[in-house]
């Protein structure tokens, strides 16, 4: 059975839990004589292999203004969703809510 799914979101948690699936998948694939173990953490029928998963980023286009471009997230090296780019996700929302703190808070 074919099929496919477009998911959009802002969540890094989302993205991080479909890094786990891609990881099952990696590791299925890697160590097949560990798949009933596996199948233990996460369910098989939700493995993901790292070559049927895509995930991109929207970022304001350079050359044409009010417009997005999108940037695939997927570290080339690991097949995984890059940890920087959820890292840096974390950190700019951390940021937001501190700013919001300072001016309920700071004087």
């Not at 699936?21 to 299925?28: H, P, S, T, Y």
């Not at 029928?45 to 997230?73: M, N, T, V």
């Amino acid at each position: 059975m074919d099929f496919s799914f477009l998911i959009t979101t802002h969540s890094p948690y989302i993205l991080s839990a479909f890094g786990n699936l891609i990881k099952a998948g990696q590791v299925v694939k890697q160590r097949p004589e560990r798949a009933e173990e596996l199948s233990r953490v996460t369910p098989k029928q939700y493995w993901i292999k790292p070559e049927d998963f895509r995930a991109y980023a929207l970022k304001p286009s350079k050359s044409s203004p009010g417009q997005f471009e999108s940037e695939s997230i997927i570290d080339k090296k690991t097949g995984q969703i890059d940890g920087d780019y959820l890292d840096n996700v974390s950190s700019d929302i951390a940021e937001e809510f501190g700013q919001l703190l300072e001016l309920q808070y700071g004087k």
